[in-house]
């Protein structure tokens, strides 16, 4: 398919292209979608490829713009399906599968000590510049009798979903504190996330060594600094 003709499906009498039929449904649904949001429940099977068509096009539409001969570059002539397929299936992957499946166990040995997760690698891309973030997170959950259980492999992929997509740091670690703390339902639970920014490393103040660190820590880690304390610790330990 030609990059500069991006696919387009049919109401009945208009051509429109996939992506405007998606943003129509989220917005006669009243629904949320910013860079950081899933929107999984509104695209129909088969239309993930024509958004990569559609993508496509667009990015070859960009470097055109910038003055780059991807007719004779041979580095170039696909650098717009490279872009989109990177965009689609990997880095913003987050935004367009749904979560991943959690098997969650009760807590049939009443556990009630407090247990530690990583550090997980994660990737991601600033909302802004979208150049990359990599970083680690650290979990911390303190369960009780009532509590579930999940996996340890989950902690890692539920991170990577919400970490797939355009994300502001800040915004990430509460977005995965929420899905946790609803599928788990802890006495408490903390999350630590040391992160490179490439929109400092590369551009900007080109600063190499800064990194961000943030937390959120929710229950039992809020009200006892004693746990508090024990985890950051422990945390330091794995490092």
């Known amino acids: ?21 998606i943003r129509q449904r989220i917005l006669a649904s009243k629904t949320r979608f910013h860079a950081n949001d899933n929107i999984a429940e509104f695209i129909k099977p088969g239309e993930l490829d024509a958004l990569l068509e559609e993508v496509q096009g667009k990015m070859h539409s960009v470097l ?20 989109a397929k990177m965009f689609i299936h990997e880095v913003f992957r987050g935004r367009y599968v749904s979560m991943p499946a959690l098997t969650e166990f009760p807590n049939a040995a009443h556990l ?12 991601s891309a600033c909302s802004h510049h979208l150049c990359p973030i990599i970083g680690r997170i650290w979990i911390g959950v303190m369960p009780n009798e ?9 902690y890692a992929r539920i991170a990577d979903w919400i970490m797939s997509r355009p994300q502001i740091q800040e915004e990430a670690v509460v977005q995965l504190a929420d899905i946790l703390q609803d599928k788990i339902q802890p006495d408490g639970l903390a999350i630590v996330m040391e992160a490179d920014h490439f929109c400092m490393h590369w551009r900007g103040v080109k600063d190499m060594d800064s990194k961000m660190i943030n937390s959120v820590m929710r229950g039992s880690f809020l009200k006892d600094p004693n746990l508090r304390r024990e985890f950051l610790s422990l945390r330091n330990v794995k490092k």
């Open 1 to 21: 398919m030609n990059p500069k003709t991006p696919p387009k499906e049919t109401d009945g009498s208009v051509a429109i292209p996939v992506s405007q039929s």
């Open 64 to 83: 055109q713009s910038l003055v780059i001969d991807t007719d004779s570059d041979h580095n170039t002539q696909d650098t717009g399906r490279r872009v």
């Open 112 to 123: 009630n000590e407090l247990m530690i997760i990583g550090p997980i690698t994660v990737r």
């Open 146 to 154: 009532h509590s579930n259980l999940i996996g340890l492999s989950k």
